[in-house]
């Protein structure tokens, strides 16, 4: 199954520094890492907007709790 695609233009310098990260990677293609870098950034948006401010805060007490300060 193929995946539709769209262009996506992005500076130069950039393309540049993603290609230098291509080389330390698994990914085959500039595309493929720079579209994992953004799904990864669009998951963490999403599961920032699902949390509420109760459940952050909760989660932070929890990480202090677990490394002792609490």
């Known amino acids: 199954t193929m995946k539709q695609s769209a262009d996506l233009h992005i500076p130069e310098t950039l393309h540049r520094e993603?290609?230098?990260?291509l080389e330390r990677s698994v990914f085959k293609s500039v595309?493929?890492?720079?579209?994992y870098i953004l799904?990864?950034?669009l998951?963490?948006?999403n599961e920032?907007?699902?949390t509420s401010?109760?459940?952050d805060d909760?989660?932070?007490?929890?990480r202090l709790k677990?490394?002792?300060y609490l």
Request: no cysteine; proline share 3%.
């Open 58 to 62: 909760q989660a932070v007490k929890e």
């Open 48 to 50: 920032s907007a699902e």
């Open 31 to 35: 595309d493929d890492l720079a579209a």
């Open 66 to 68: 677990n490394l002792g």
């Open 53 to 55: 401010p109760q459940e």
């Open 39 to 41: 799904q990864n950034y």
């Open 18 to 21: 993603l290609s230098k990260a």
């Open 43 to 45: 998951d963490t948006e």
